[in-house]
């Protein structure tokens, strides 16, 4: 037996062939040009020109900067300020918070030492790689914040430690990437939350600027409707804030924390920071569209650095209203539905292990295990199955009598994750399907009207 096939055969085994088949980078050694952090030298244009045109997002930034603002995010907004306004200042101010010693935040002290390194002073450049250091010598991150940190924190130490970054961006992708996030997503033991996402996309964003790999790569049925599933997590009235107004992103705890702006802001940074990553595919372009809306622009102290930096108010987007407003996510076991897109919807979200209903203005937590009236929202109809087995579609009448639609997405929740069951409609011959992750079953353009009769599959059949 040759050496050529003896590989064969063993890339023919399950756990070989999926290592194999998992794409990676080419290395972990960097060797791009500072700043490396999200200011690759087209971005840096764009923004340069914005400053001179007077947009409007400059001027907000321009307008709070003059004015003293307290910025929550100090060493991110100065040393912003310092790369496009190019004014010493602003680097100096960055660079003395990030190397003093109340400075923690492993995030912005990267920025800093990035974008601010040719005014950096000798003591300042060696406070700020010992702290740096110690980001990308800690055990293996358990977050996307986390592994965020670790890799910009290696891939500012390049230059001064080869070596160290190369550990650091290789324990990244290979034990949390390929060893904790992939599997868990792909399990759906592990939702990303909109606000959480915003980390994800800097980190997708450091690995293809630096080491010229697409992160997406490694689960890309899950990365591709992400942008999709991350526009319908979202409560449909706008929240009015003192600045600007917030698209509220679905929260396990809303009903004991009330809205959070700062992760509404996030989650809008996450969407602008999407829709920089992959400006082509249509999915981002419907985000796009969906951030195109003024009234969003984020105004505060907070989402300014944000909104300003990711933000390409050329960049042609897609109305979100195309969005299908009911979506089922088969990997992570997750549903949104909105009766429509307006800002008094209806809506219902399946995440968490938690099903929500907003209605009303007020969102209410909802037991799938128990018998009840389905949800009836316009553009699909929700069904509890635990306790039932019966199911009969609801005809909506239209204004001039008549009944408006032929057939409905139905989706039966509360079943047994990935459990098989019969299903048979009126009409047609019964069939077998498996419940998602979550325990939802979708059943898409059901005749309206029609009953639906569910039973377990029988073990072994």
């Known amino acids: 037996m040759t050496r050529r096939s003896v590989c064969g055969l063993l890339l023919g085994l399950p756990g070989i062939r999926l290592l194999a088949d998992t794409p990676r980078p080419d290395g972990f050694r960097v060797y791009s040009d500072a700043p490396r952090l999200f200011m690759r030298p087209q971005r840096q244009r764009l923004l340069r020109r914005e400053r001179e045109r007077r947009s409007l997002r400059w001027d907000q930034f321009e307008t709070l900067w003059t004015a003293k603002a307290d910025f929550p995010e100090p060493g991110f907004a100065a040393a912003f300020r310092y790369q496009i306004a190019q004014e010493d200042e602003a680097g ?64 500012v130490l390049s230059e001064q430690d080869m070596d160290a970054s190369e550990r650091a961006l290789k324990q990244v992708f290979e034990q949390y990437w390929l060893g904790e996030f992939i599997p868990a997503v792909r399990d759906a033991r592990l939702r990303v939350p909109n606000d959480e996402a915003c980390a994800m996309y800097e980190l997708l964003h450091a690995f293809r600027d630096n080491l010229g790999f697409d992160l997406r790569e490694t689960f890309p049925e899950w990365f591709k409707p992400y942008p999709i599933f991350h526009v319908l997590a979202h409560y449909p009235p706008p929240f009015p804030g003192s600045a600007n107004e917030y698209r509220i992103p679905a929260q396990k705890t809303i009903a004991q924390t009330g809205p959070d702006l700062k992760k509404a802001s996030l989650s809008r940074a996450a969407e602008l920071a999407l829709v920089a990553f992959d400006s082509n595919a249509s999915e981002t372009q419907l985000v796009q569209g969906f951030l195109m809306n003024d009234r969003f622009l984020m105004r505060g102290a907070f989402g300014i650095t944000y909104e300003t930096l990711w933000a390409n108010p050329y960049q042609p987007g897609l109305s979100y209203y195309h969005i299908a407003p009911a979506q089922h996510d088969e990997i992570g076991g997750q549903l949104f539905v909105r009766s429509s897109w307006d800002d008094d919807a209806e809506w219902v979200g399946f995440f968490d292990g938690q099903l929500q209903l907003f209605k009303d203005g007020a969102v209410t937590r909802l ?58 409609i009126d009409g047609r011959e019964m069939y077998e399907d498996t419940a998602a992750p979550g325990g939802i ?21």
């Open 441 to 461: 079953l979708f059943l898409p353009a059901t005749p309206a009207g029609a009953g639906v009769r569910l039973g377990p599959a029988p073990a072994g059949l």
């Open 92 to 155: 100096r101010r960055a660079l003395a918070w990030a190397s003093g010693a109340s400075a923690t935040d492993v995030r912005q002290i990267a920025i800093v030492a990035d974008w601010c390194a040719l005014l950096a002073t000798d003591a300042q450049r060696k406070a700020m790689a010992a702290k740096l250091r110690a980001a990308a010598a800690a055990p293996v991150p358990h977050s996307l914040a986390a592994a965020r940190d670790k890799a910009l924190a290696a891939i």
């Open 367 to 424: 037991d799938p295990a128990l018998t009840r009236e389905p949800l009836d929202l316009e553009e699909a109809t929700v069904f509890f199955g635990r306790a039932a087995d019966r199911f009969q579609v609801p005809q909506r009448p239209h204004e001039t009598g008549a009944y408006a639609d032929p057939a409905d997405d139905v989706f039966i929740v509360g079943l047994q994750p990935r459990a098989s069951y019969h299903i048979e």
